[in-house]
């Protein structure tokens, strides 16, 4: 597994990285074992999870996916090896949204302890909380630091300015800032106005800040749900280009004999700035066929063609 460096921390992570959302939920503990198994068996060592994962599932409570990585970690006795990731900011059960600095606190102590360790490598506050003054917020993540409880922070779901205005914070107070941005991303553009909720989509000018600001991007819903291999473009991105890009990502898959979810990777990963897309699935062959875009090499011209949509022969 190749590595990055995470934003200006000189902290060396893993290019790709495993999304745990479901795991202790959806995807049963034998199945999510295999997974973590072959991820770290590759050199893979970034782990993302969040307090919420996955309370919304009926007979779930939030916090199934930290105990579940937990309790992998405990039986392989490989902590120091692992790097992970965890959030705080969005509800569940009784938590309200909100990235106060109780609840930042108080929150973490119990991914803490789901997880089992007595550090977390890379807070995230999961979504921008208007309600609470940015100074409190990051105060709050720069406590956790100095007192050992995490190591980074970063934010998620945060457009541009919002990021902006919390570093600059950070940096007049002396605090620590945040390193890395998560954010939904993926080479299909949404259709103008698509709504996504309460996820961000990294726009252009985003992406631009985090390069020049040297903020690492991680990129969730980089697959969006395996459309790309079924051939399929879901509503939100059902526009010409896209239909143009899709026929280009076919091509390049066959061009590679490779699956166009590595394609979709491998365009991530040489992208400038690099996004670190963070992959899920329900099998290890599913990460088989992700982790193929790790030694697949774009052309210029074909990360180019991508961006564009613009249609291409396999002349090259």
């Known amino acids: 597994m190749k590595t990055l460096t995470l934003g200006n921390t000189g902290q060396q992570i893993s290019c790709i990285g495993l999304g745990t959302m479901y795991f202790g939920s959806k995807i049963n503990e ?19 999870s969040a307090n919420i994962y996955a309370s919304w599932i009926h007979g779930f409570a939030g916090g199934e996916s930290e105990t579940r990585i937990g309790k992998w970690m405990k039986q392989k006795g490989n902590r120091e090896k692992m790097f992970i990731t965890s959030k705080v900011g969005f509800p569940y059960g009784s938590i309200p949204r909100s990235l106060s600095r109780s609840v930042i606190i108080s929150e973490c102590e119990k991914s803490l302890k789901r ?14 909380d208007e309600n609470t003054p940015t100074e409190e917020t990051m105060e709050a993540f720069y406590h956790l630091s100095k007192s050992g409880k995490i190591k980074y922070a970063g934010a998620s779901n945060y457009y541009g300015w919002q990021l902006s205005e919390a570093n600059k914070v950070a940096q007049t107070t002396g605090w620590n800032g945040f390193c890395s941005l998560q954010q939904r991303h993926t080479c299909f553009e949404p259709s103008l106005r698509a709504n996504f909720g309460t996820q961000i989509v990294l726009s252009p000018e985003t992406m631009e800040f985090c390069k ?26 059902q526009t010409e280009v ?5 026929s280009l990502i076919k091509n390049l898959a066959q061009l590679f004999e490779v699956s166009p979810n590595a394609i979709i990777l491998a365009w991530m990963l ?35 063609q991508l961006n564009s949509g613009t249609d291409i022969s396999l002349k090259y």
């Open 30 to 48: 034998s199945d999510s074992f295999a997974m973590l198994d072959y991820y770290s068996e590759t050199g893979g060592t970034l782990l993302d």
């Open 115 to 128: 997880l089992g360790t007595d550090i977390i490598d890379l807070y995230f506050a999961h979504a921008f």
């Open 212 to 237: 020049i600001n040297n903020i690492q991007i991680m990129a969730y819903s980089p697959l969006l749900g395996g459309a790309y291999n079924r051939g399929f473009i879901p509503e939100p991105y």
């Open 242 to 246: 896209n239909q143009q890009r899709l």
């Open 270 to 304: 040489q992208s400038s700035p690099p996004v670190i897309p963070l992959v899920t699935g329900s099998s290890t062959k599913q990460l088989q066929e992700n982790f193929q875009a790790i030694n697949l090499t774009l052309t210029t011209t074909q990360i180019e």
